[in-house]
């Protein structure tokens, strides 16, 4: 029985109790579309109480904790779901921007990127390393960079999406590398979750033009559907006065084509997914000539494909095999005054992996997960400057990873149920890691419980930390060591009243051996990456969603975070930790459909103040001062077919001052270094989509 088929089946059972509830209010809550696939019915779920059950019951399923669907109260990690309906009402035209949504999350763009940071911690110079992102529970982040993608340089459009899964804290004794502050589990829809046929346009006054269409065909467990999605962005101009006083940086276009087909039939699956993004970046990376128009390009390809099998071989034994392949390509152009230098960076990932799950209890109260995965991984990097290929600069690294992986869950009484697993990995150029994880679960029914957590993690250094070395910007360090992160949380989680549901956490995380980007100690005119010590971060967490019959819905959630840093065996100092924030919130309110025809949403998103990277000597520069993000969102779901979504992005048109990498630095002849501090994001945007579904 495929994942499909199983949610499908809950929320039928929760619809069918819902059907006497008809008359509590005129229309549905959430529109029926967003809804996870219903298997076939002779009764119509349209009533409110109906579909408020149904919203509710798919905000409680996680799938991409444990590899295997769980409801929140048994999940051994802090865990937010975004779905569709918050997605359509609030206009998220990308991951990034849904997540920012999301308690204790928040985005930063340095145009390069949009760089997710969370609980106080996102280290300048990482292009989401540090975060698992996966795609219907495949692994997004490549073997070069571990660059994982949630703005419009992502494998998966946001009109494909059912909804997201934020899994928080380290899950390595499940997934291995990488997943090692939080997975980012991105689940798209199925063939009856959206329509038939599809296509929308939209244009917005910074993201500029785009176009998305797709299809579905099929049922619940045989069915195909595909997507294609096309951008191309206008940008804006802003100032630098460290790179350019004299005026706007105006390069910041670029352009978007993202494509996918996926499919079910019966226990088979399998997914193609493709991307290729272009970046103009406006602040002169890694000292090209601000004067040239653009000063930096950045491309990025990716192409994952997956394909596999779950079979039930018995009422309590089901096993799944998978294979996967994962080609990607990153390259850059760095336009100087009298000369182009490009990068390249391959990778090129084949794996697979063997999964079952049997439950040792025929009451489905003790069970036992167990799998073992395995890779191979090309990749070579490339650098040289143009009509100089002879005298390119080529590093090539290839590796495999084996992990093998087992974890036990029960629940031997009501209201206390337990998880502990563990997973080993070997790095065949790296190391080799044991990850191991444990959680218990005290609860009263689905009303109120506490979940006390543990849980170890590892990252490998990327080949590009590692092993990259172009002559020009950076050097290699061929003995970086992997990062290791030790998490402890209790987590407080409570559902008063029907349609709230509350999360109170207390979290402590501490990261050894944290790779950064610095200047090498041999010649500080080039960048490398370097294992430097210690990260802390401790604090509370709080988080709740609120939907009613009538139509309203709201949500909001702040973090309180504490962060130190130190070098390896000195004492953890706190307070000036770079680009870590001590509070960070979230909130927003959508009503229902006014006149039947409109939601009208509003959401606000505050970063505190943020520490900036010191000088060459040391001392402090000016700090990233705190942000307030306004938003607002009209957004009509169907009119004969039509669907409209009008939105203001940043209404108070205030920029965030980001924390710059040392990537935006300068290095003048015969002169110091300039260090570029903080990186403006972007100002007000104002945009619209306009849909038609059949």
Request: proline content about 5%; hydrophobic content about 40%; aromatic content about 10%.
């Amino acid at each position: 029985m495929t994942p499909h088929v199983r949610r499908a089946i809950i929320l039928a059972v929760v619809l069918s109790q819902g059907v006497a509830l008809r008359a509590w209010a005129d229309g549905p809550a959430v529109d029926v579309q967003d809804l996870p696939p219903l298997p076939p019915a002779e009764d119509e779920p349209s009533s409110s109480a109906t579909v408020l059950a149904a919203a509710t019951a798919e905000e409680d399923i996680v799938v991409g904790a444990a590899k295997r669907e769980q409801s929140l109260g048994n999940v051994a990690s802090a865990v937010t779901v975004i779905t569709a309906d918050r997605i359509r009402r609030f206009g998220y035209r990308t991951v990034a921007e849904a997540l920012a949504g999301v308690a204790g999350v928040y985005i930063q763009d340095t145009r390069l990127t949009n760089q997710v940071g969370i609980r106080g911690v996102q280290i300048p110079g990482g292009f989401n390393s540090r975060i698992l992102v996966l795609v219907d529970g495949a692994t997004v982040n490549e073997a070069w960079g571990a660059f994982g993608g949630v703005g419009w340089d992502g494998l998966v459009s946001i009109d494909d999406i059912a909804r997201i899964e934020v899994i928080r804290g380290p899950v390595g004794a499940v997934y291995g590398t990488n997943a090692f502050f939080a997975i980012i589990n991105i689940v798209t829809r199925g063939a009856l979750e959206g329509s038939r046929a599809w296509g929308r346009l939209g244009v917005g006054s910074i993201s500029g033009g785009s176009a998305t269409a797709g299809f579905a065909q099929g049922g619940v467990d045989k069915q195909i559907r595909g997507s294609v999605l096309v951008l191309k962005r206008i940008g804006e101009g802003a100032r630098i006065d460290e790179i350019d006083p004299t005026r706007p940086l105006e390069s910041d276009g670029g352009d978007t084509v993202i494509a996918a087909v996926a499919g079910t039939y019966g226990g088979s699956f399998g997914q193609v997914r493709a991307y290729r993004s272009v970046r103009e970046i406006p602040f002169a990376p890694y000292d090209s000539d601000p004067a040239n128009t653009p000063p930096f390009e950045l491309f990025n390809y990716q192409l994952l494909a997956e394909g596999g099998h779950t079979r039930e071989l018995s009422k309590r034994l089901t096993v799944t095999g998978r294979g996967y392949l994962n080609l990607y390509r990153y390259h850059d152009r760095i336009y100087y005054t009298d000369d182009v230098f490009l990068d390249y960076g391959d990778a090129r990932t084949l794996g697979a992996e063997v999964r079952g799950r049997y439950e040792l209890r025929a009451d489905g109260k003790l069970g036992v997960t167990a799998g073992a995965e395995a890779n191979y991984n090309q990749t070579e990097s490339r650098s040289y400057t143009e009509g100089d290929r002879a005298n390119a600069v080529v590093v090539p690294l290839d590796f495999s990873i084996q992990g093998i992986y087992s974890e036990l869950d029960g629940q031997p009484l009501p209201w206390l149920g337990f998880t502990g697993g563990v997973r080993f990995d070997n790095n065949t150029k790296i190391a080799s890691r044991i990850s191991p994880r444990a959680a218990l679960f005290l609860a009263n029914e689905e009303k109120y419980g506490l979940k006390l957590l543990y849980a170890e993690g590892f990252r490998n250094p990327s080949a590009f930390e590692g092993y990259f070395a172009d002559g020009v910007d950076f050097s290699a360090n061929p003995n970086i060591k992997p990062e290791t992160v030790r998490s402890f949380e209790g987590v407080l989680w409570a559902r008063p009243i029907t349609g709230l549901s509350t999360r109170l956490s207390a979290f402590y995380w501490k990261a050894r051996d944290v790779i950064e980007q610095l200047p090498d100690p041999a010649d500080d005119t080039l960048l490398q990456f370097q294992n430097v010590g210690v990260y802390v971060t401790q604090g509370v967490e709080a988080e709740a969603t609120y939907r009613t019959s009538g139509g309203w819905y709201a949500f909001g959630g702040a973090a309180l975070a504490r962060v130190g840093s130190g070098a390896a065996g000195a004492a953890v100092e706190y307070g000036n930790v770079v680009n870590a924030p001590k509070v960070t919130a979230a909130g927003g309110v959508s009503t229902p459909k006014l006149l039947d025809r409109a939601h009208i949403s509003a959401a606000a998103v505050f970063v505190s103040r943020r520490e900036t990277r010191p000088d060459d000597n040391g001392d402090p520069l000016p700090s990233s001062r705190g942000w307030l993000g306004l938003d607002a969102t009209i957004y009509v779901p169907d009119i004969k077919g039509f669907d409209v979504t009008l939105g203001v992005r940043n209404i108070l048109g205030k920029r965030d001052e980001v924390p710059a990498p040392g990537d935006f630095d300068r290095f003048p002849e015969m002169a110091p270094a300039v260090i570029v501090p903080k990186l403006p994001g972007e100002g007000r945007e104002v945009f619209v989509k306009v849909g038609y579904s059949h």
